[in-house]
């Protein structure tokens, strides 16, 4: 494992936070990742409206446990995973995949169910449908939840609280109780649509899903540590440059299946794919490296900026999701203000508490 600065490529500057919510969230590490997953990607997109909580209280307080009993065990999981294996990004987001399957799929049924209201709406319920399987649909769902349910949030905690990076957080008895909780909000919200929806997906595709998530398992388990890291050159694109890119990682593929959703199911699947394959080379040869932790948040702000309009405008009038967006926007800053521009010069402690006394 490695240790000192720099830890699978993330420099370890002191934690910034004293006071308010972030300090709160400073203190309690597991309570700060609960918050950024499901929050970012179910809360801030509006798939889970934060408007119910003033509409529908009942509703809210119901999809509330579910995505904790889901999203919270998934990410807390896939992070004691990386820990205890000693492992980096490559394991974090092939275990980010078989999550995806877990919940889209196993869960959910939306990745085979063309019914299903969520796929519908985007269009994509019968088109790229085969052998049971909503294919184009899957490979953009899947990308949501590396980026959005995973990787970000474990990023953003890394950054924020870099003494917990190689910490432990389920030990014993939370270890047992993380899984339980995930399998029964799977098993719960499998019968849902069993008995709700009145869709299975049939045997050789739930056989189907389960071997691809133990593959995706064992891969992960697999993964080189981490990447060799380049020599000491900064990197020669800005953060603006990096953050358009972030931008569109996810909306590149609905403008790429806006485009072509009249021409080919195969196309479209070829298209998406070889964009998916294209960024990850981007990610891991251009921003995977010491020192470059502006880039990284330029690059992961972008890529979540596209989420707010979608919540503003699914949940207007009541907007009250500018509080969450706030927030995100919040933490970046303080991020963005922790570390420097430049590669290797570290805040000192002093420097840091002033700068949390000033904020």
């Given amino acids: 494992m490695e240790s000192g600065r720099e830890l699978d490529g993330l420099s370890a500057p002191p934690s910034p936070w004293r006071g308010g919510i972030l300090g ?11 918050v950024l997953s499901p929050g970012i990607p179910e809360y801030l997109s509006g798939s889970s409206p934060i408007s119910a909580l003033v509409t529908n209280p009942g509703q809210f307080v119901f999809q509330l446990v579910l995505n904790l009993g889901l999203y919270g065990p998934g990410v807390l999981l ?13 394991t974090v987001l092939l275990l980010g995949a078989a999550y995806a399957i877990l919940e889209e799929g196993v869960a959910l049924s939306t990745m085979f169910n063309p019914d299903s209201q969520v796929v519908v709406s985007s269009g994509l319920g019968t088109y790229g449908h085969w052998l049971g399987v909503s294919w184009i649909w899957v490979e953009g769902i899947i990308l949501v939840h590396v980026l959005f349910s995973i990787s970000t949030p474990i990023l953003l905690l890394d950054l924020a609280l870099p003494s917990t990076k190689e910490k432990p957080f389920l030990a014993g008895r939370r270890l047992a109780a993380a899984g339980t909780i995930l399998c029964l909000d799977v098993s719960s919200l499998f019968g849902l649509v069993y008995f709700g929806q009145k869709f299975y997906m049939g045997n050789a595709v739930l056989a189907g899903s389960l071997l691809s998530i133990c593959l995706l398992v064992y891969l992960a388990r697999k993964a080189p540590s981490g990447s060799p890291l380049p020599d000491g050159r900064s990197p020669s694109f800005g953060l603006v440059k990096t953050g358009v890119v972030g931008v569109f990682a996810y909306v590149g593929i609905l403008l790429i299946e806006g485009v072509t959703s009249r021409t080919s199911a195969i196309l479209t699947f070829a298209l998406v794919l070889g964009y998916e394959a294209a960024y990850l080379w981007w990610i891991t040869s251009r921003l995977n490296f010491a020192g470059n932790e502006r880039h990284l948040l330029a690059f992961t702000l972008g890529a979540v900026l596209p989420l707010f309009p979608f919540g503003l405008i699914s949940q207007f009038p009541i907007d009250i999701v500018v509080i969450a967006d706030a927030g995100l926007l919040l933490l970046y ?12 010069e570290l805040p000192t402690q002093q420097q840091v508490e002033n700068l949390s006394a000033a904020t």
């Fill in 333 to 344: 800053r303080q991020l963005f203000r922790v570390y420097p521009a430049g590669r290797g």
């Fill in 24 to 34: 709160f969230l400073s203190r309690h590490p597991v309570v700060f990742l609960l």
């Fill in 78 to 90: 896939i992070r004691e995973a990386r820990v205890r294996w000693q492992k980096g990004w490559p």
